[in-house]
């Protein structure tokens, strides 16, 4: 059951955030609302990444028709409203990713990939979307601003469909793309003196699936994803796998706590990388009868975020990190 209870009514020192310094338990883990109104607002936003310090973040707000990645910062233990991140803004730009030691940014765009021409279109799900495909690029920090986004090589950009970059603190990159049925996997690419070898599939999930927007631990100790398969009620749910002396164990469902059935996607984890972030579209439910000052309360959040439009969550991992 999705909440937007006040943080300050809990005491303790385990559950991030989003920064370092405002620090809570949660007497459950039910997913908590990140920034209402502020970030997590009217239009569909998904995909935070912090940096390293918990202090600056990096997301996607998009609708139908368009995609800008944005940033905010954390002042006074509040976020800033958040502006038009400095590479962003021209094209369709979605899903950064950090580095773990924030030195740069991924992210992926529908960005032509000499620069210059159309925006690429995408070919999944048995159709192609005009406009909506992807390559990923790189940006750089540069003390306090970011350079210019350089296209990734064609070792990882194989084909116009390339998105939700995640990074190890080797380099190495975790993305997705269809396969030749248009369903979305996982793949590993291992930087290794200074270049990408070739993508190789992230062995969770089956033929039958699509495996989407890992968020991979620095240490590449466990993996989350979204996944989705005939079996399933939910048209995606959150998964966790460990990683195990031969390679990935069996991947874990989150469970209904955390899966909503409107579908939970774009997986990210916190700076301290114990706590999940993702994007859902579920509202709180409603108990009737009501009295009209909580109707005046759902009033008031429909017009910030509870309007059916994806917006952050996030919960605890120690339920599942605490068992390795």
């Known amino acids: 059951m999705r909440t937007s209870i006040v943080l300050s009514a809990f005491a303790g020192l385990v559950f991030?955030?989003?920064g370092p310094v405002i620090q809570v338990t949660l007497e459950d883990n039910s997913p908590r609302l990140f920034s209402p109104g502020v970030i997590s607002g009217a239009a569909d936003d998904m995909s935070p990444a912090f940096s390293p310090d918990g202090r600056m973040v990096f997301f996607t707000r998009s609708n139908a028709s368009s995609s800008t990645i944005m940033m905010s910062w954390l002042r006074n233990g509040h976020w800033s409203t958040p502006a038009i991140a400095p590479f962003s803004g021209e094209w369709r730009d979605l899903e950064a990713s950090m580095a773990p030691d924030g030195s740069y940014l991924v992210f992926a765009s529908n960005r032509p990939a000499t620069g210059n021409g159309k925006p690429l279109d995408g070919h999944y799900s048995g159709r192609t979307v005009d406009a909506g495909g992807g390559n990923l690029w790189k940006v750089e920090r540069q003390g306090t601003t970011w350079g210019t986004p350089t296209r990734l090589p064609d070792s990882i950009n194989q084909g116009t469909s390339v998105f939700s970059p995640s990074i190890?603190?080797?380099?190495?990159?975790?993305?997705?793309?269809p396969d030749s049925a248009g369903r979305f996997h996982i793949l590993r690419s291992q930087y290794q003196a200074g270049t990408f070898l070739a993508p190789t599939p992230v062995a969770v999930g089956d033929s039958t699936t699509d495996e989407v927007d890992p968020a991979v631990a620095p240490d590449e100790s466990f993996i989350v994803y979204s996944s989705s398969h005939p079996s399933q009620k939910d048209p995606k749910r959150l998964f966790i796998a460990l990683a195990g002396s031969n390679g990935w164990d069996r991947p874990q469902d989150l469970g209904d706590e955390v899966n909503e059935t409107g579908g939970n996607i774009e997986a990210r984890l916190s700076p301290n990388h114990l706590n999940l972030y993702f994007s859902t579209n579920t509202v709180p439910p409603?108990?009737?009868?009501?009295s009209r000052d909580y109707a005046q309360r759902e009033l008031a959040e429909m017009t910030v975020w509870a309007n059916g439009?994806?917006?952050i969550w996030f919960a605890s991992l120690a339920p599942w990190l605490n068992t390795r």
């Open 16 to 18: 991030l955030t989003g």
């Open 168 to 177: 190890s603190a080797n380099g190495s990159l975790y993305f997705m793309k």
């Open 286 to 290: 409603t108990t009737f009868p009501r």
């Open 309 to 311: 439009r994806e917006n």
